[in-house]
């Protein structure tokens, strides 16, 4: 009987420990999965788990009104990032972050007007918002645009410009 007590008092916080750690890690999986971002090509829409879903139009050439935002040796482009609003709560638009690269360099934004949102963006709604980059004058090659919401991992919008 004395073993069988003993057994008992070991095992139960062990077999306890066990469990929780299992259910634990099995909730850490679940919340990655539902961040987990990816690649898609340009125009494509990309929709996380939660049912927030993203959009990159493929980028055309953009002359920007103020002539000193772009030098001499450089191009701009604008595209549209969409944000489609499919979750049960509000998305903050100035949460969702945005950047370009040009055969693997960066290709800085251009901050003009219309460029920086602030709006909440409610379930069920989407909001369409302009993103403008320059590169050098004649770059061509692989273009990469990521989108990252919040906490979520990124996504990768892919195409080519030239």
Same mark, same amino acid.
């Given at each position: 009987m004395w !073993?069988?007590?003993l057994?008992?008092?070991v095992?139960?916080?062990?077999?306890?420990?066990?469990?929780?750690?299992?259910?634990?890690?099995?909730?850490?999986?679940a919340v990655?999965?539902?961040?987990?971002g990816g690649?898609?090509?340009l125009g494509? %829409?990309?929709?996380?788990q939660?049912g927030?879903?993203?959009?990159?139009a493929i !980028?055309k050439?953009?002359?920007?009104d103020?002539?000193f935002?772009l030098?001499?040796?450089?191009v701009?482009?604008?595209?549209?990032?969409?944000?489609?609003?499919g979750?049960?709560?509000?998305?903050?638009?100035?949460?969702?972050?945005?950047? &370009?690269?040009?055969?693997g360099?960066?290709?800085?934004?251009?901050?003009?007007?219309?460029?920086?949102?602030?709006?909440?963006? &409610?379930?069920?709604?989407?909001?369409?918002? !302009?993103?403008?980059?320059?590169?050098?004058?004649?770059?061509?090659g692989?273009?990469?645009? &990521?989108v %990252?919401?919040t906490?979520?991992? !990124?996504?990768f919008?892919?195409?080519n410009?030239?």
């Open positions: !073993p069988w007590v057994l008992a008092v095992m139960v916080p062990i077999i306890g420990f066990v469990g929780c750690t299992a259910l634990l890690a099995g909730g850490v999986a990655d999965e539902a961040r987990k690649t898609v090509a494509d %829409t990309f929709t996380y939660s927030l879903a993203l959009n990159v !980028p050439p953009y002359r920007p103020n002539q935002e030098q001499r040796d450089e701009g482009y604008e595209t549209t990032v969409t944000i489609t609003n979750t049960d709560k509000p998305v903050g638009a100035a949460l969702i972050t945005k950047n &370009a690269t040009l055969n360099q960066p290709a800085p934004e251009l901050f003009g007007d219309g460029t920086l949102a602030t709006q909440d963006i &409610a379930p069920g709604q989407s909001l369409a918002l !302009p993103f403008r980059f320059k590169t050098a004058d004649g770059a061509r692989p273009l990469q645009i &990521a %990252t919401d906490f979520n991992e !990124p996504v919008f892919n195409g410009i030239g």
